[in-house]
T-cell receptor, first 110, second 115 residues
Framework: LAKTTQPISMDSYEGQEVNITCSHN???????ITWYQQFPSQGPRFIIQ???TKVTNEVASLFIPADRKSSTLSLPRVSLSDTAVYYC???????????FGTGTKLQVIP | EAQVTQNPRYLITVTGKKLTVTCSQN?????MSWYRQDPGLGLRQIYY???????DKGDVPEGYKVSRKEKRNFPLILESPSPNQTSLYFC??????????????FGPGTRLTVL
């Protein structure tokens, strides 16, 4: 499994765009990049998944450069309710073995 | 409502007393998995199952057993719990792993304390 590296924590003011970068230098050809969000004492919740270039849904965008050795989760205009831990995962869609890592704790400040 | 349920949600037990944490999903998912979450260590995978009667070890399987006799259920068994298994446990499921869209749905968690 490709190992991922994320910042341990980030702070942002309400209304700002937040970009969280994940490094995955050993990503394999079949690997996809997936991001989850977790609130305290709750199970993680899927945010977005992508393979290359850019993916956008109603809550976030995922930017993946051509070499795919990193990816950036972009959260537009964050609110206090976006305070959570964000995990980057890399692996094939088979999920046969999953490594979440320690994630990035995002604190949104009023 | 599509969901993953876990029982019990909270459990305090003593060392060596066998226990089972149940996990059930109503989405007809083929893939199911168990994770434990400890402060500073993130989520670590214990066991996963690709389908009925197919299970395999994750990163931290020691001290745990699982079974997958039915598609919807994936119980986690601690034959002889020890204090280092005190943790927050999550069960998750997803559609057939080779499908074109794959997200894991997580249960609400089971907080286990082993004294």
């Amino acid at each position: 499994l490709a190992k991922t590296t994320q910042p341990i924590s980030m702070d942002s003011y309400e209304g700002q765009e937040v970009n969280i970068t994940c490094s995955h230098n050993n990503i394999a050809t079949n690997d996809y990049i997936t991001w989850y969000q977790q609130f305290p004492s709750q199970g993680p919740r899927f945010i977005i998944q992508g393979y290359k270039t850019k993916v956008t849904n109603e809550v976030a965008s995922l930017f993946i450069p051509a070499d795919r050795k990193s990816s950036t989760l972009s959260l537009p205009r964050v609110s206090l309710s976006d305070t959570a831990v964000y995990y980057c995962l890399v692996g094939d869609r088979g999920y046969q073995k999953v490594t979440f890592g320690t994630g990035t704790k995002l604190q949104v400040i009023p | 409502e599509a969901q993953v349920t876990q029982n019990p949600r909270y459990l305090i037990t003593v060392t060596g007393k066998k226990l089972t944490v149940t996990c059930s999903q109503n989405m007809n998912h083929e893939y199911m998995s168990w994770y434990r979450q400890d402060p500073g260590l993130g989520l670590r995978q214990i066991y996963y199952s690709m389908n009925v009667e197919v299970t395999d070890k994750g990163d931290v399987p020691e001290g745990y057993k699982v079974s997958r006799k039915e598609k919807r259920n994936f119980p986690l068994i601690l034959e002889s719990p020890s204090p280092n298994q005190t943790s927050l446990y999550f069960c998750a499921s997803s559609v057939k792993p080779t499908s074109s869209y794959n997200e894991q749905f997580f249960g609400p968690g089971t907080r286990l304390t082993v004294l």
